[in-house]
């Protein structure tokens, strides 16, 4: 782009890129997008002539909402067109507390492939820069009000584009703009083990959620490729390490599949895989994709794999089905191929 978009920058870096000064001009246009400005002329306490020349080297926002679609249940989602035509999306959850919590996007596609989700099908676009992954949660305020969470769960696999999503989180939690607390938010992972060591390592101190869908390893090859080169015992020495180094539990997520694992043998290498690990369990059925093999699980299916879970002395939720209506729950997000 030939604007500076100025969504992914903190206020010295505002001043830098359009060589501002004094410094405090910088602060005020950070807490105006924070706030979720959508033009320079909002912006009343700076002087006219700084309005005129923000609009000559910069845009506020690098993307721009395309759609709108609303479920009876209460879900957004948006579909946002990038600078270069690219369409991504992100939801907006309400919890039946009323907490909202901003679902979104770190890639355009996804190079993952996993077999029961709709964005994996898509292929792979680029990654998202962190201008356009703070705009996902700033265009849901815009649309829905004031959110309380963030979940890095998207479309795309987070630990590939990692520089952008600490970038986004450095702005989003900071104390001057939005200040979001970082147990506000939560990083989702098909386990890929370095990125979970990096992130243990360096930071941010945040949520982590592993997507496990099953602990029997051939099986999750089968459905999650990214297993022939991230094996189980090797991810699951990395939730450890990152759930003792954090000091923060971590999430093992699974779709449940109709007659693939959901049985009691699933069951059973799921609680040995969570076994002696700080992790709670949140259970989803499958949400259906139309081209895909695969079959919702029947409440008793749900219901009987949940009891084994419990019985083992494992914290276990039963997720509800979200944004089904507008394809916007989990594993039904994208719209157009990549490749």
């Not at 706030?35 to 000559?56: H, W, Y």
């Not at 815009?142 to 969470?149: M, R, T």
């Not at 015992?233 to 093992?252: F, N, Q």
């Not at 700080?278 to 009987?304: G, K, T």
Request: charged share 25%; hydrophobic share 40%; proline share 4%.
């Amino acid at each position: 782009m030939d604007l500076i978009p100025l969504s992914a920058l903190l206020a010295d870096e505002i001043c830098s890129s359009l060589e501002l000064s004094p410094a405090f001009r910088g602060k005020q246009i950070f807490k105006w997008i924070s706030l979720g400005a959508e033009s320079f002329d909002q912006m009343t306490n700076l002087p006219k002539d700084l309005r005129s020349l923000l609009q000559e080297k910069a845009v506020l926002r690098s993307s721009s909402v395309n759609q709108v679609f609303r479920d009876k249940d209460g879900t957004v989602k948006l579909q946002i067109k990038t600078h270069d035509g690219l369409l991504i999306e992100t939801v907006l959850l309400t919890d039946i507390e009323g907490r909202k919590t901003a679902c979104v996007s770190c890639q355009a596609g996804c190079a993952m492939a996993c077999a029961f989700c709709q964005t994996g099908h898509l292929g792979f676009a680029r990654n998202l820069t962190a201008a356009e992954i703070v705009e996902q949660f700033l265009f849901l305020e815009k649309e829905c009000g004031e959110l309380q969470n963030i979940v890095f769960m998207g479309m795309g696999e987070p630990m590939l584009n990692l520089p952008a999503i600490r970038k986004a989180i450095e702005v989003l939690t900071h104390k001057d703009g939005r200040a979001l607390g970082t147990k506000r938010i939560t990083l989702s992972t098909c386990g890929l083990v370095k990125g979970i060591y990096d992130l243990a390592d360096n930071g941010p101190k945040i949520r982590l959620a592993l997507s496990l869908t099953t602990a029997d390893e051939d099986l999750r090859k089968e459905l999650m490729p990214v297993s022939k080169t991230n094996p189980l015992p090797e991810v699951r020495k990395a939730i450890d390490y990152y759930a003792k180094k954090s000091g923060r539990r971590v999430t093992l997520e699974a779709a449940l599949l109709a007659g693939k694992n959901t049985g009691p043998e699933s069951a059973r290498r799921m609680i040995d895989f969570a076994r002696g690990i700080d992790v709670n369990i949140n259970l989803i059925p499958w949400n259906p994709v139309e081209s895909l093999p695969f079959e919702e699980p029947s409440r008793q299916e749900c219901e009987a794999f949940v009891r084994q879970l419990e019985e083992a002395g494992l914290n276990v939720t039963l997720r509800r089905r979200r944004g089904a209506g507008i394809n916007g729950a989990c594993g039904q997000l994208g719209s157009a191929k990549f490749n």
